[in-house]
């Protein structure tokens, strides 16, 4: 008797314990071959179609497959061994054919239109109606309404973006685990402190070498760009980080001995077939496609957001700068290079505030950030976070439950330190989703992962105040999944939300990473125990908005390169992408990187991500989640309390977290804050507020 495929599993947990790389080509292929079944018998019908006869059996077969994708998907970016690698790619063609053949049926097309028409809409309830109308939207993104002979070459553009897509991230991974660079001189690793040369010694030795063994890793890269003395060390490695995945070695001049990393070509293909599929569809570039289903009304609308912030920061911005290079040729640096940016900060940040980075990090060892994150989500949400098992993926996993007054509300995986086979960065993603289903209430469960720095000869590690707002940010995703009160799978949770409203949770989370009453509750000294001193933190929130004008510029570089892009450069025309980059750092940035800086090369948020000609989201969100959490703010001025206010919780979890995707953002934002979004509160906790305001 053989074996049940453990992807087949339609209820209950993942079975990581059980799941392998042959499991997911058998299937992947009966579960395409039962939805093309039922697509099939659907799309035939005759009657007038109803929300239990053919809405209900799609979002159900929907579900049952991508759960099944899910986990190879999410076992793809934690565990990207070759074996995995070549299972997930293997199968990514015939998805991705599937998911167009879906967004092309035209038979399924006019019978949702044909429901959406009929008296029984209007019986549905709003939730519903915004499901099909949601799907009336995708289905004309997808290419429904193309001529028959042009959907063909559609389905093909979409099968071979996504292709793309997944050899650009595979290219970065490899690019970034290629590079280490070995240190035996104790003169060169001066000023790097002790955590990290631990970690560098411990890699070192797991290699069999003597000495510091560093790597692109971010828990390896930012310690050496951030304090080593040696200029030459932060060198070597910027300009190994500055070139992956380019025609360059890590060198930035001699050529790449790994061609085949090379994304160039990637990003080329990928810009001119979405610009294609969008001019198939009738609109005249793909951020038009991007912007429909978001916030913003169009791309036009989008840009002058970010011109317009970046004419408020930029003066900001070049302020920081001047005192960055007047503090640099008090170093005896007269000529600041970029590698030099991050550790020319952190000395005037110590000069002038009087501590450093590492200091803090000292006081936020990963058990107490738990527990101040927990407290923060208990107190706030009236639940409570307790431990729980599950199949894991590996070992460092951890799995919790969420419950309020007895019942299960919620469970999530917890996936906290960098590995080789772990693609960088730090995200949320759903495992299950909460759904009313026949046998009851079906709870959500979601993946929580980061890439901080582990346990090095068996202490616990100490997290960054950086490390824990991202935890922090990842925590909000988490818990707009988690805390849905939406029992419709299309629109619960973060499923149906609009892209540039999704990351308002997560934003509005980092907001409690700057209160004393938060923070001092999560912090131990790593030697002495002792919590976090008020002077210190008052040192931290004096310098809060350090830098706050060059982040701020950094981040509209990334969106307005990302909007123009997808707006208005045409692939295979006369202007390079790098000029497009060239013009926007002329209009934004203060810091120009050297020529031979590859940074789209590794730009994972849009060609490999979900944030084409939406990177913009980040900051249109951070207007929302200033704006939500002033309300936390203003409540505790009322009652001289502590932000982390019950009441205003409770709203926010009802009006925002709780409906999904099931109206639209703006309108959960006015429900919450009973007027529209001000740009107010993120200038002032920005720090970018002038005397005329």
Known sequence: MSTP?????????????????????????????????????????????????????????????SRAWGVVGHLHSVMDTPEWREAYNAQLPEVSRYY????????????????????????????????????????????????DDQKPRFQAIAEEQASLAAKFSENVLDATNDFSWLVTDAAQVAGIPGDALAAAKAAADKAGKQGWLFTLHMPSYLPVLQYADDRSLRETLYRAYATRASEFASDGVSPTTHPEWDNAPNIDRILALRNEAAQMLGYRNYA?????????????????????LGRRAKPFAERDMRELRDFALSLGLADLQPWDAAWVSEKLRQDRYAFSEHEVKQYFPEPFVLRGLFGVIENLYGVSITPDEAPKWHEDVRFFRIEREGQLVGQFYLDLYARESKRGGAWMDSAVTRR?????LQTPVAYLVCNFPGPVDGKAPTFSHDDVITLFHEAGHGLHHLLTQVEEYPVS????????????????MENFCWEWDVLQGMTSHAETGAKIPRALYDKMIAAKNFQSGMQTVRQLEFALFDMRLHHDYQ???????????????????????????????SFSHIFAGGYSAGYYSYKWA?????????????????????????????????????VGGSRSALESFKAFRGRAPQVDALLRHSGMVTAEG
Not at 41 to 64: H, I, N, Q, Y
Not at 105 to 110: D, E, I, Y
Not at 436 to 440: A, K, L, P, Q, T
């Open 622 to 658: 951070e207007v929302l989640s200033a704006d939500a959490f002033a309300a936390f703010e203003e409540a505790a001025q009322a009652s001289r309390g502590s932000v982390v206010d019950r009441a205003t919780g409770e709203r926010f979890a009802k009006e925002v977290l709780g």
């Open 571 to 601: 692939p295979g025309g006369d202007k390079r992408m790098l000029d497009v980059l060239a013009e926007v750092r002329a209009e934004v940035s203060v810091i120009i990187p050297p020529a031979w800086h590859r940074f789209p090369n």
């Open 288 to 308: 038009e496609v991007s912007v429909v289903p978001k916030m913003a009304e169009s791309p036009e609308q989008v840009l002058d957001f970010l011109r317009d």
């Open 493 to 508: 949770g973060i499923a149906g939300v609009e892209w540039d409203a999704v990351e308002l949770p997560s934003q509005f």
């Open 100 to 147: 167009a053949e879906l967004g092309q049926n035209l038979k399924l097309f006019s019978r949702y239109k044909a429901l959406r028409d009929s008296a029984a809409y209007d019986s549905l309830s709003p939730v519903r109606r915004r499901i099909i109308d949601n799907e009336v939207r995708d289905f004309r993104l997808s290419g429904a309404e193309l001529a």
């Open 436 to 440: 009313r289903i026949s046998s009851g």
């Open 5 to 65: 495929n453990p992807l087949l599993q339609t209820h209950g947990l993942p079975l990581f314990d059980a799941v392998s790389p042959e499991h997911v080509a058998p299937a992947v292929q009966q579960l395409l071959a039962e939805n093309r079944a039922l697509v099939a018998k659907l799309e035939s019908g005759t009657e007038t179609p109803d929300w239990d006869s053919f809405v209900a059996p799609l979002v159900d077969a929907g579900e049952r497959f």
